[in-house]
């Protein structure tokens, strides 16, 4: 179909990612995991078939449908620190847990041994956020 050129252009017609996820999803095993394998373009570089593990079919559903109840975050939108944080925070083979408060791409995250390590940064953060809050509401006070 690639060497067929239509004769009116506006009579073409591209199919609907629905359509093309339909016409392509199967079951493969990727890396020893069985996965769902799908496509939702064609004919466009640098897109491809997605992997998702059977395994973490309805949590990825539930993300996907909370982005269409909810909306998605745009491109360009600026994430907000806990978004960051989220999406940053990660344990290593090595047991080291270490996230980012900043998205840009040279910023270096923090990095802790242990979750032992992690859980008491957590209990002594949880404690100083309260003292945080009131020198702050304190500082802006004094500013205005």
Request: aromatic share 8%.
């Amino acid at each position: 179909m690639n060497d067929v050129f239509m004769i009116d252009e506006n009579e073409s017609r591209e199919r609907s990612a629905a359509e093309i996820f339909k016409s392509s999803v199967g079951l493969t095993v990727r890396d020893g995991v069985l996965s769902v394998v799908f496509s939702t373009v064609e004919n466009r570089k640098g897109y491809g078939k997605q992997y998702i593990p059977v395994a973490d079919l309805e949590s990825t559903l539930a993300v996907l449908q909370n982005a269409r109840q909810n909306g998605i975050q745009s491109e360009s939108e600026e994430k907000t620190t806990s978004q960051i944080v989220r999406e940053s925070l990660v344990e290593s083979e090595y047991g080291e847990i270490r996230f980012k408060t900043e998205n840009s791409k040279g910023k270096k995250p923090t990095v802790f041994s242990s979750i032992e390590d992690f859980s008491g940064f957590v209990s002594e953060f949880e404690g100083y956020v309260p003292k945080i809050i009131a020198k702050a509401n304190s500082i802006k006070d004094k500013l205005s």
